[in-house]
C-alpha cells in the first residue's frame, strides 16, 4: 500500500512541525488526522504494535528474560493476522496491565513501556475508530487513561513519565521523526512480519528440590493428621460419587489465592472433574490450615506452593509437595506480586529460595 496524496502531505506538515517546535513534538491533532487519512485497521494496528516494539528494550533491561509482554506483543501481531482470538487476546492484556502496574513503585519508565503493549493490543482489539482519539486539548493535562498509544511510547522514550520536567527534547523529536518515517513505512509494508526478531524464551531454572523437614515432621502434628484425615474423608466420598478407581486434587496456594486441578481415573481413562466452588473453597481452607500448621514447625524452610493429593479405592492417600518449582500451573495462574506476598507470609531462608524466586524478590528490590 502506497501513501496517497493525503497521508504525503500529512507526512511532510507533521515533520515541519516536529523540526519547527523547542520540544520536537507532533501534535495530537496532526497524529489524529494522519490516522484518519491511513483509515485502515491493519496498518493502523501495526502503527501501535511498531510504538510497542520502539519501547519494549525498556522494559527488557528491568525485566531480564522476559516472556509475557513480548508474548502479548506478538499474540497481538497474531490477532492482526486472524490467527488468534479476540477475548483471548483482550483477557491476555487486561491480566498483563495489572502485571505491569505492580512494578510502578520499582520502575515507572519500564513498567508504563509495559503498557504500550498492553494498549496496543486494546487498540487491535478495537475497532479502529476507536483508535483514533476524539479529544484535541493538551495532552499534558489529559489523564493518562485517555493518551494514545503513539504519545504513550513518546514519554516513555523521551523520559516524560517520570516528570514533564524530566522530557528530553532531543530524545522527544527522535521519537515523533521515527513515527512518521520509518514507523509509517514498516506499517504500510504488510508483509513483514513485526516480531520474528523476536524470540520467547523462557528461561531454564535449574531449580533443585531442596529436601524438607516439614514434610517428614508433620506426622507428629496432631492438627495436621487431623485436617488430612478429614480431607480423606471428602475424597473417598467424592470418589464414591463419581465411581472412580483413583482422585487426584492437585492443590496450588500462593499468598492468599488458591487455584486446583481436579482429575480422576476411572476404566484406565484420565478425566477432568469440575467440583462445585462451595466444595472447592471448603477444601481450600484445609489447605491453607495444613500449610500454616506445617510452616510453623520449621519456618526457614518457607511454605509450600503445590501440594498433590492422591487417593484411590482402596484407600492409599499419598500426598507430594513442592515448595521449590515453579511449574505451569504457578506461571499462568499466579502473578509475580503473589509470590512476593506469599514470601512475606511464609519467609524463608535464602538456602530454599530458589532462583525463579530471587529474581523476583530483585525486582521488587526485597532483600533475602
Known amino acids: 500500500m502506497k501513501y496517497t496524496e493525503a497521508i504525503s502531505s500529512l507526512i511532510s506538515k507533521g515533520l515541519n512541525e516536529i523540526n519547527h517546535s523547542d520540544k520536537g513534538h507532533l501534535s495530537l491533532s496532526t497524529r489524529r488526522a494522519i490516522l484518519q487519512a491511513i483509515n485502515d485497521p491493519l496498518a493502523i494496528g501495526r ?3 511498531l510504538c510497542a516494539l520502539k519501547v519494549y528494550p525498556i ?48 520502575n515507572i519508565t519500564a513498567s508504563f513501556a509495559a503498557k504500550v503493549a498492553v494498549q496496543a493490543a486494546y487498540d487491535v482489539g478495537s475497532d479502529a475508530d476507536m483508535v483514533i482519539s476524539d479529544y484535541d486539548s493538551d495532552e499534558e493535562i489529559e489523564d493518562p487513561d485517555e493518551w494514545d498509544t503513539a504519545f504513550l511510547a513518546s514519554i516513555v522514550y523521551n523520559g516524560g513519565i517520570v516528570d514533564w520536567d524530566s522530557i528530553d527534547d532531543g530524545r522527544n523529536k527522535e521519537f515523533w521523526n521515527w513515527y512518521l518515517t520509518e514507523c509509517l513505512s514498516t506499517a504500510f509494508d504488510k508483509k513483514q512480519m513485526l516480531t520474528n526478531d523476536y524470540k520467547i524464551e523462557r528461561p531454564i531454572y535449574k531449580t533443585p528440590e531442596q529436601p524438607r523437614t516439614q514434610i517428614h515432621e508433620y506426622v507428629n502434628n496432631d492438627k495436621v493428621i487431623s485436617l488430612f484425615s478429614q480431607l480423606e474423608k471428602i475424597f473417598i466420598e467424592i470418589l464414591s460419587d463419581i ?26 481413562l484420565r478425566l477432568d472433574l469440575e467440583l462445585d466452588i462451595c466444595v472447592l473453597l471448603y477444601i481450600n481452607e484445609f489447605i491453607r490450615n495444613i500449610k500454616d500448621e506445617m510452616y510453623e514447625t520449621q519456618k526457614d524452610e518457607g511454605g509450600f506452593y503445590e501440594l498433590k493429593m492422591t487417593i484411590n479405592k482402596n484407600g492409599d492417600f499419598i500426598k507430594e509437595f513442592n515448595y521449590d518449582v515453579r511449574v505451569d500451573a504457578l506461571q499462568k495462574k499466579f502473578y509475580d506480586f503473589e509470590f512476593v506476598n ?13 532462583d525463579w524466586l530471587a529474581d523476583i524478590l530483585k525486582r521488587k528490590r526485597i532483600n533475602f
Not at 85 to 92: C, I, V, Y
Open 59 to 106: 522494559w527488557n533491561e528491568f525485566f531480564k528474560d522476559d516472556t509475557e509482554i513480548i508474548g502479548l506483543i506478538k499474540n497481538t501481531e497474531k490477532f492482526l493476522l486472524g490467527q488468534t482470538d479476540k477475548n483471548e487476546l483482550l483477557s491476555n492484556a487486561d491480566h498483563l496491565d495489572v502485571f505491569a502496574d505492580n512494578y510502578m513503585e520499582d
Open 342 to 354: 506469599d514470601f512475606k507470609a511464609y519467609p524463608r531462608t535464602k538456602k530454599f529460595i530458589p
Open 47 to 49: 502503527i501501535s504494535i
Open 243 to 268: 465411581k472412580g478407581d483413583t482422585l487426584i486434587f492437585d492443590a496450588y496456594r500462593v499468598d492468599t489465592c488458591n487455584y486446583a486441578k481436579v482429575s480422576y481415573y476411572k476404566d484406565g
